[in-house]
């Protein structure tokens, strides 16, 4: 309910004079589904939108179905759109990423920034249920609306080993489905509504712009949104004048980017109104004296930073642009301003990962200790060092779409190894990394569980054929790796498996501007240690997001 995504969404929808929008969320019993705002059942309403930000949701979607005796399958519903058989509509940053996973469930997705297109598309909604079978309805907005992808327009193509090699569809049907997105904003994106029942119950949350001009080779968002956008201080400034009376804690999204200007205005207007800052996380080497002052008057005592990679070799391999100097004076300079929690964020099973990069992590610790331990014994109280270990998952549109999960080196286009020996391989990580820091005092280390990481890879790289295990896993209750198995699957053949610059993925479906090749020239470049500097949209035209 705190996403910001979906509530300006809720927000834009209900903006249209013809349309009254209200939000349902899964019971955690199994009770009836009723909306928030008037406690309506879903099936009363001809119209469902689902918003989709992580891929462990997609069970999530397929129960709210079935608590609604809705057929879950698109094909199973009536060509008449009505309450009992709704048009189902969905969105998110997971469905422009790959939506091939939810597409025998869904009617229509919209791919992209909602603001820049989904309300002409449900104008045509609103003029032509009724009027028009689901069908003819649905090529018709394919057609002639941007952003629409239709998934029963197009039929996916494998080959003799089952490899997906691309899509059947009507000659009129666009391919790929162009994804749309806000080019600028005079006022910026921030929170429509706050509850105590929520995760952020009185943080009020602001963005700073859309995207990441670092290109972190294994991050979607520094890719799915370019061009970067960053948002002019006026824009920010109408977005934080929003604020809820009364609400004195606010989010700003995007702190990494954040540009002086913008910074200097937004600390003002937080001092005067009283108002503390929250944020996500801080980029090592963006941390000065200003964002220091700022955080010391917010009273902020927890930060967190992100290395991501263990070693200084390995975030020359991802792209970070991070040396360990940068982390250790940020750590210092953030203990001195009066932090008592750390918290890094670090990842195992990058590609080319060594035993020797995962020790390199340990000594980085050990000497991060060194530095601000003097510091916290001079005020009397040590600051805490949280660390949390993430199992690197390849993500469609990165460099790192390309590398099987859970190894260090590269396989064959094709190439398969078993799952099991790629989840033996990060928990043997996991225990060099538990061995090494169970040694230092005031450090506490959090890890993830490993099948549910490998699970997470196969939706990430999965086509339609995994939609026949969720519906199964959603109606036996049984656990995803018995599904596979059930309808005939592998995890290996999405998740570890290698893939050459020629394979079809299924989220070719979407395009987000961006070249292929380009794509396989930062992987490649990986192996070689070689950064890339971040996107100028003034001058670079590397990547194809930006023509011209």
């Known amino acids: 309910m705190s996403s910001l995504g979906f509530q300006l969404v809720y927000n834009l929808l209900n903006s249209h004079e013809s349309l009254v929008c209200e939000r349902f969320f899964l019971p955690e019993s199994g009770e009836k589904m009723l ?28 129960n709210i179905l079935r608590l609604a005796s809705i057929p879950p399958l698109s094909q199973d519903r009536d060509e008449e759109i009505s309450c009992e058989a709704p048009l189902i509509v969905c969105g998110g940053v997971a469905t422009f990423i790959n939506p091939e996973p939810l597409a025998p469930f869904i009617d229509l997705f919209f791919l992209g920034e909602a603001e820049a297109g989904l309300l002409s598309v449900v104008q045509r909604l609103i003029a032509e249920v009724g009027r028009k079978d689901r069908s003819a309805l649905l090529h018709e907005l394919a ?46 994106g921030h929170s429509q509504l706050l509850t105590s029942e929520t995760e952020f119950a009185n943080l009020f949350l602001t963005e700073l712009g ?42 700003l999204l995007g702190m990494e980017m954040m540009e002086e ?6 600390s003002e207007y937080l001092l005067e109104s009283g108002c503390s800052l929250s944020f996500s996380s801080l980029r090592a080497d963006r941390i000065d004296d200003d964002i220091l002052g700022l955080l010391g008057k917010s009273n902020l005592k927890n930060v967190t930073i992100a290395p991501d990679g263990c070693s200084e070799r390995l975030r020359r391999v991802i792209n970070k642009g991070l040396d360990e100097k940068d982390i250790l004076t940020a750590a210092e300079r953030l203990v001195d301003a009066g932090i008592f929690k750390l918290k890094l964020y670090l ?15 340990v000594k980085l610790i050990e ?18 060092i949280s660390v949390s270990v993430n199992c690197f998952a390849p993500k469609p549109w990165t460099p790192f779409q390309y590398h099987p999960f859970g190894l260090s080196d590269p396989l064959e286009s094709g190439e398969m190894i078993e799952a099991s020996r790629a989840v033996y391989e990060l928990k043997r990580k996991q225990k060099i990394l538990q061995h090494g820091l169970a040694k ?11 099948d549910n990481v490998l699970f ?33 699957l592998i995890p290996e053949q999405f998740a570890v498996r290698g893939y050459d610059e020629h394979d079809y993925f299924a989220w070719d479906i979407v395009d987000h501007g961006i070249k292929k090749s380009f794509l396989w020239e930062e992987y490649q470049k990986a192996f070689s240690e070689k950064l890339t500097s971040a996107c100028d949209t003034k001058i670079c035209r590397r990547c194809g997001v930006c023509h011209g």
């Open 35 to 62: 909306s928030i705002e008037s406690g309506r059942g879903i099936d009363q309403f001809p119209l469902i939108f689902f918003s989709i930000s992580f891929e462990h949701d997609y069970l999530n979607l397929i």
């Open 143 to 188: 057609v002639s609306c941007e952003g629409v992808y239709v998934p029963s327009l197009y039929t996916p193509q494998y080959d003799e080993h089952g490899s997906l090699t691309g899509v059947e569809h009507g000659e009129n049907s666009p391919f790929p489905v162009r994804r749309v997105s806000l080019h600028d904003s005079d006022m910026a």
């Open 210 to 251: 859309r995207g990441c001009s670092r290109g972190c080779r294994f991050c979607t968002a520094g890719f799915i949104y370019r061009p970067p956008r960053l948002w002019d201080a006026d824009a920010v400034l109408k977005g934080l004048r929003e604020k809820f009376d009364g609400v004195t804690r606010v989010g």
């Open 261 to 266: 200007e913008v910074f200097e205005k937004v």
């Open 347 to 361: 990842m195992i099973g990058l590609p080319t990962e060594t035993d020797e990069d995962l020790e390199e992590a």
């Open 367 to 384: 000497k991060i200790r060194e530095r601000i331990n003097p510091i916290g014994q001079e005020r009397g109280r040590l600051c805490e």
């Open 440 to 450: 230092q005092d005031n450090v506490s280390l959090s890890m993830d569980k490993l």
């Open 456 to 488: 997470q890879a196969v939706l990430s790289r999965a086509d339609r054929r995994i939609a026949e295990v969720l519906l199964y896993m959603v109606q036996s209750g049984r656990p995803w790796n018995q599904a596979m198995k059930q309808c005939g």
